[in-house]
């Protein structure tokens, strides 16, 4: 609802807001923020991963569930990335580019830079196993 007002020949649009809307708009915010809060902990409660023989396995996600298996077959090579926030933090995100179309990206993020220094070499071939 808009209320017009005419000053000195001039016409101006002031917004009239019900009463409960300097309630709402705050108490919407407040909501929203909790919310996310709480989506960022579940998603964080919810983040796995897990090195066997022959994967890595890895589970996220809150409302959809996600399981990516990557066998270690098809690993090419890895990456570790830092940026300066991760790197204050000792955070990294590991790369690993596999060999195929579906899932040639996998990402790592939120793990510690030495877990991803390990997993880096847990998922390196030995140059004595024969591997190219």
């Known amino acids: 609802m808009v209320m017009m007002i005419l000053s000195m020949g001039f016409c101006y649009m002031v917004p009239v807001c019900p009463w ?3 309630w709402a708009a705050p108490g919407g915010m407040i909501i929203i923020a909790l ?3 709480w989506y960022t902990g579940a998603a964080f409660r919810r983040y796995a ?3 066997d023989d022959m994967a890595l396995h890895i589970r996220k996600g809150v409302f959809w569930h996600i399981q990516t298996t990557v ?8 990456d570790i990335l830092q940026g300066p926030l991760q790197r204050r933090y000792d955070l990294a995100k590991l790369v690993i580019h596999t060999a195929g179309t579906r899932h040639a990206l996998v990402n790592l993020e ?5 877990q991803a220094v390990a997993l880096r070499q847990a998922l390196s071939f030995d140059q004595d196993e024969g591997a190219v």
């Open 71 to 78: 066998p270690l077959n098809r690993v090419q090579h890895t």
């Open 49 to 51: 991963f897990c090195l």
């Open 110 to 114: 939120g793990i510690t830079h030495s």
């Open 20 to 22: 409960w809307f300097f």
């Open 35 to 37: 919310t996310g809060f």
